[in-house]
């Protein structure tokens, strides 16, 4: 049972515009989100996380948004840059349960010229 | 800093043969995590030790699959008898404190069992 969702496996942008990515979660307990980004032969590495009493962390051109009642978040990257290309996964956390992270399948962005 | 340390990139065994994988966290982090990378299933939490002590391994998928952490400084996986559908791409983590999530990964084992 998939926990943390990203229906969109992959996604194409060109450069300078808006990248969106989505997840989408199903347990009510997730009280923490981060995204991770991962580049081909490598491993992720954090990149940004908001907490459950947030509805927006912005850091650069890297914002997150969070919906509680739609249990969504929604990562911008704005603008969008060649090196931007990789796969993004969504993670949630739970209180009480120490270091645990569910992830999603991730989504690959791909930033055109 | 080294960054969290991975042996082997890859392996290539056959079915029924076992498999270890090695991990070496990051100096000074205290948590440690074993994933797997699938893509039906995206990262999958194997297992994860605090202080060299197992604290959940409810993501071991089977009893092939068993994990330890000796010292502070190492960490296997193991896989015996390794199957078809265990090849996947295994990570591992570490991070400073129990309850931070900004986790350093490994670059990863690519393991395909034939």
């Known amino acids: 049972d998939q926990q943390v969702k990203q229906n969109s496996p992959s996604l194409s942008v060109q450069e300078g515009r808006i990248s969106i990515l989505n997840c989408d979660y199903t347990n009510s307990m997730f009280d923490y989100f981060l995204w991770y980004k991962k580049y081909p032969a490598e491993g992720p590495t954090f990149l940004i996380s908001?907490?459950?009493?947030?509805d927006k962390n912005e850091d650069g051109r890297f914002t997150v948004f969070l919906n509680k009642s739609a249990k969504h978040l929604s990562l911008h990257i704005v603008p969008s840059q060649p090196g931007d290309s990789a796969v993004y996964f969504c993670a949630a956390s739970e209180t009480g349960t120490a270091s645990k992270l569910t992830f999603g399948t991730g989504t690959r962005l791909q930033v055109t010229l | 800093d080294a960054g969290v340390i991975q042996s082997p990139r890859h392996e290539v065994t056959e079915m029924g043969q076992e498999v270890t994988l090695r991990c070496k966290p990051i100096s000074g982090h205290n948590s440690l995590f074993w994933y797997r990378q699938t893509m039906m299933r995206g990262l999958e939490l194997l297992i994860y030790?605090?202080?060299?002590?197992?604290?959940?391994d409810s993501g071991m998928p089977e009893d092939r699959f068993s994990a330890k952490m000796p010292n502070a400084s190492f960490s296997t996986l193991k896989i015996q008898p390794s199957e078809p559908r265990d090849s996947a791409v295994y990570f591992c983590?570490?991070?400073?404190?129990?309850?931070?999530?900004?986790?350093?990964f490994g670059s990863g084992t690519r393991l395909t069992v034939v």
């Open positions: 983590a570490s991070s400073r404190d129990r309850g931070r999530w900004d986790y350093t």
């Open positions: 908001i907490s459950s009493i947030k």
């Open positions: 030790f605090n202080n060299n002590v197992p604290i959940d």
